[in-house]
């Protein structure tokens, strides 16, 4: 059984910081991609950015150059720096990892339970 768990979000002014992190557990035999999405009410699920294993990052347009993601492989933890925050950031945040729990398995997509960020004017 694997679980995500993240933390981190809160109520912020904008401008203001934030730090998510989100820590997979369980019986894990490797974590390959690593990544943060986002979603508001009545809209998609939209990425935010992702890693991979070996630390090449992807982020979407409206975060590139206010949010930083990173990875402790050994910790099988995520965080994502979010600094500069606008009202436009509030969604909640969901973690997600593509994990293989055994070397003979394939390859699952994981995700946590979300955790809520607001930005406030």
């Known amino acids: 059984q694997v679980q995500l768990v993240e933390s981190g979000g809160g109520l912020v002014q904008a401008g203001g910081s934030l730090r998510l992190s989100c820590a997979a557990s369980g019986t894990i035999f490797s974590i390959n991609t690593m990544g943060w999405y986002r979603q508001t009410p009545g809209n998609q699920r939209e990425l935010v950015a992702t890693i991979t294993g070996g630390g090449s990052t992807n982020y979407a347009d409206s975060v590139k150059g206010r949010f930083t993601i990173s990875r402790d492989n050994a910790e099988n933890t995520v965080y994502l720096q979010m600094n500069s925050l606008k009202p436009e950031d509030t969604a909640l945040y969901y973690c997600?990892?593509?994990?293989?729990?055994?070397?003979?398995?394939?390859?699952?997509?994981?995700w946590g339970q979300g955790t809520q960020v607001t930005v406030s004017s």
């Open positions: 997600n990892a593509e994990i293989r729990l055994r070397a003979w398995r394939n390859w699952s997509d994981y």
